[in-house]
C-alpha cells in the first residue's frame, strides 16, 4: 500500500529533507504534483527547542486541514546534531504511521547501511556491559526497539550479530588492513545489477587492464612496506574475477599473491560468483596459490529465473561448480541466493533454499533484491513502457516471510548469522545477512562493514578507507568506476591512496635506517 500526496513543504528549523525523505520513502509515501493524490498537502515543522525536538504535520484533503504534534528528547549522553535528526525521523514516522493508518516497517528508523555500528559503540562505551564484563542483550534490544522503532526480531538479530563479530573486529589494531583488489568484468549483466561492471572485453583491453593493475597493486604493496602494515585478508572481487581468461586469472592471482601474501594472512578469498566462469584450471590456480575462500553465487535454483534475469548459466553449472570446488581443497565456500526476486514465491525460494543447503556450504548469504539506480531492471521501470508490477515482484509481505523461513531453516542446521548490513529500496524493507557454520565467519565481510580497520581498495571502482582515530573520521579514496577513466587517470588514484595513508600512517625505520 502506498499513498500519494501533491504537494510537501518542509518549514521550521534546519534541513531536514534527506531525513525526511528516508522517512516517507520507508512509509510508501510518494510526492506526485503531476497527479491527483490521496491528499491535497503535507505540511512538516520541525522546532528545536533546548534539548526538546518538536515536530509537527499538517495534512490538507479537500480545503479541510489536520493538524497533528508530536515532541521529544535528546539523550543527554548523545551528540546533539545527530540526536536531532534522530528524533525528526522518529516524531515524523509516528506521526505518519498513526494518522496515515500505514502498517509500521521492520527497522523503523534506522535506515543506514551498517546498523550494528551504533550496537558496537554503544558496548564500547559501555552501555549493556555489566560490571562483570557480561553484555546484557536484552537492555540493547530494547534501546534500538525504543530509539529506532525496529521489530524486535529485528532489534535481537542486530544485537547477536553485532556480538558475534566482535572477537572478529578486535583482532585488528592500528597497523592491520585487508586489500580489496577490484575486477570490473563479467560475462553479462544481470538484471537487478547496478555494480560498476563491464562485460568482458577483448583480450587487448583486458592484457591493458592488467599492466595498470599490476602497477596498482605494487604501489600499495609499497606502501604497505613504507607503512609497516599488516595485511590480514585479501578479497579479489568485482564483477566476477574469475571471469577473467584462464592466463590473465593465473597471472593476476599471481601478482597479488607475491605482493601482499604473507604468514600473517588470515583469510584469501575470490569471489566466483557466475559459476560458468569456474573452471578445473582455475580452480587449480586459486590452491596454487593459497586461497581458503571462494563465493559461488547461484542466487536462485530456478531456472526460468535465471534465465529471466540473464544469469546465462544453469542450475547444473551451479552444481558442477560447487562440487569440483568442495573436492579440490578444504577451503570456505559461500554461496548467495536472492530474496524477491521477479516472479518468485514463497514455495520458489523454499526449494532454492534447501537444494543449496543439501549441498553444505560454509556460508550462504541472502540478500534482498533491492532496485538500484543504474541497474536494468530500474532503468526499465523508469521507462514510458514498463511499471513494477510489469515484473511480478513478490511482495514485502512474501519477501518477509520467505526470509522467516530462510531464519528458522537455518538456525536449525546450525548456521549462525554474523554479517548484516541494509540497503535502499530492498524488498521487504529488510537487510542483507551472511549466514555461516560455527569457525567459518568471513573475517573481510566483518571487517570491511566495521569500518574499523584499513582497507587497500587496488583495481577498477576499488575503494580505500582509512579510520582516522583522531579526527574520528574514515579517510577515503575511490578509483574510477568507469574502465576508460580507471585506465587513463590510474597514477591519480594511486596518489590519492598514498596521501591518504601518509595523513595518518607514519614511515617505519628499516633495519639500515636503525643502524
Known amino acids: 500500500m502506498s499513498i500519494k500526496i501533491k504537494t510537501l513543504r518542509l518549514l521550521g528549523d ?14 510508501k ?11 491535497d498537502g503535507l505540511e512538516i515543522f520541525n522546532e528545536v527547542i533546548g534539548k526538546r525536538v518538536i ?49 509500521p516497517v521492520p527497522y523503523g528508523i534506522l535506515h543506514g547501511v551498517r ?35 525496529t521489530a524486535r526480531d529485528k532489534a535481537e538479530l542486530l544485537t547477536e550479530v553485532s556480538i558475534r563479530q566482535l572477537p572478529i573486529l578486535d583482532s585488528s589494531d592500528e597497523k592491520t588492513c585487508g586489500v580489496y583488489v577490484g575486477i570490473p568484468f563479467c560475462k553479462t549483466r544481470c538484471l537487478y545489477c547496478s555494480f ?9 583491453k583486458i592484457a591493458e587492464f592488467m599492466n595498470v593493475l599490476t602497477r596498482d ?26 571471469a577473467l581468461p584462464e592466463k590473465f586469472f593465473a597471472e593476476m592471482l599471481e601478482t597479488v599473491h607475491k605482493n601482499f601474501y604473507g604468514a600473517g594472512v588470515e583469510e584469501f578469498t575470490v569471489e566466483g560468483g557466475r559459476p560458468d566462469t569456474i573452471t578445473s584450471e582455475k580452480i587449480s590456480v586459486m590452491k596454487n596459490f593459497d586461497v581458503t575462500r571462494v563465493s559461488v553465487n547461484p542466487q536462485t535454483m530456478q531456472q526460468r529465473t535465471l534465465d529471466f534475469i540473464g544469469r546465462k548459466h544453469s542450475v547444473e553449472d551451479f552444481i558442477r561448480a560447487f562440487k569440483e570446488l568442495r573436492a579440490a581443497g578444504d577451503w570456505k565456500i559461500n554461496t548467495d541466493l536472492i530474496l524477491g526476486l521477479p516472479g518468485e514465491k514463497l514455495d520458489d525460494f523454499k526449494d532454492s533454499l534447501e537444494k543449496v543447503i543439501a549441498l553444505e556450504p560454509d556460508d550462504i ?4 533484491l533491492a532496485i538500484k539506480r543504474g541497474s536494468k531492471l530500474q532503468m526499465r521501470i523508469s521507462d514510458e513502457i514498463n511499471r513494477l508490477e510489469d515484473f511480478n515482484l ?55 562493514m566495521g569500518e574499523r580497520q584499513t582497507i587497500l581498495g587496488v583495481g577498477g571502482a576499488a575503494s580505500t578507507k582509512v579510520p582516522d582515530s583522531i579526527n574520528k573520521r574514515i579517510q577515503t579514496a575511490f578509483n574510477a568506476k568507469d574502465l576508460t577513466t580507471y585506465l587513463r587517470d590510474f597514477e591519480k588514484y594511486i596518489a590519492r591512496r598514498e596521501k591518504i595513508l601518509s595523513e595518518i600512517y607514519q614511515p617505519v625505520k628499516t633495519e639500515e635506517e636503525g643502524d
Not at 479541510?64 to 540526536?83: H, I, L, N, Y
Not at 550494528?116 to 534501546?143: A, C, F, M, N
Not at 560498476?196 to 572485453?201: K, S
Not at 597493486?217 to 574469475?242: D, F
Open 14 to 27: 534546519g534541513d531536514f529533507s534527506k531525513i525526511v525523505g528516508e522517512v516517507l520513502r520507508s512509509l
Open 29 to 39: 509515501i510518494e510526492i506526485d504534483k503531476e497527479n491527483a493524490g490521496d491528499f
Open 55 to 103: 515536530t509537527r504535520i499538517k495534512i490538507s484533503f479537500n480545503g479541510f486541514d489536520m493538524v497533528f504534534k508530536k515532541s521529544s528528547f535528546a539523550r543527554p549522553e548523545e551528540r546533539f546534531g545527530s540526536e536531532v535528526n534522530r528524533l525528526v525521523k522518529k516524531n515524523l514516522y509516528l506521526l505518519l504511521a498513526e494518522n496515515f493508518g500505514l502498517e
Open 115 to 149: 546498523p550494528t555500528k551504533i550496537i558496537q559503540r554503544w558496548l564500547g562505551e559501555g552501555y549493556g556491559v555489566t560490571s562483570h564484563g557480561v553484555i546484557d542483550r536484552d537492555k540493547i534490544s530494547r534501546r534500538i526497539c525504543s530509539d529506532y522503532l
Open 196 to 204: 560498476p561492471a563491464h562485460v568482458l572485453p577483448a583480450e587487448e
Open 217 to 242: 597493486i605494487e604501489s600499495a604493496a609499497t606502501s604497505i612496506k613504507i607503512y609497516g602494515l599488516k595485511v590480514q585478508t585479501i578479497y579479489i572481487g568485482g564483477g566476477t574475477p574469475t
Open 365 to 368: 548469504t541472502l540478500h534482498a
Open 394 to 448: 513478490p511482495s514485502d509481505k512474501e519477501v518477509r516471510e520467505m526470509e522467516n523461513f530462510a531464519e528458522k531453516i537455518l538456525r536449525g542446521k546450525k548456521f549462525l548469522p554474523y554479517y548484516l548490513y541494509r540497503q535502499g529500496y530492498s524488498g521487504g524493507q529488510i537487510e542483507n545477512v551472511g549466514w555461516c557454520r560455527r569457525g567459518a565467519e568471513g573475517i573481510y565481510n566483518v571487517q570491511m
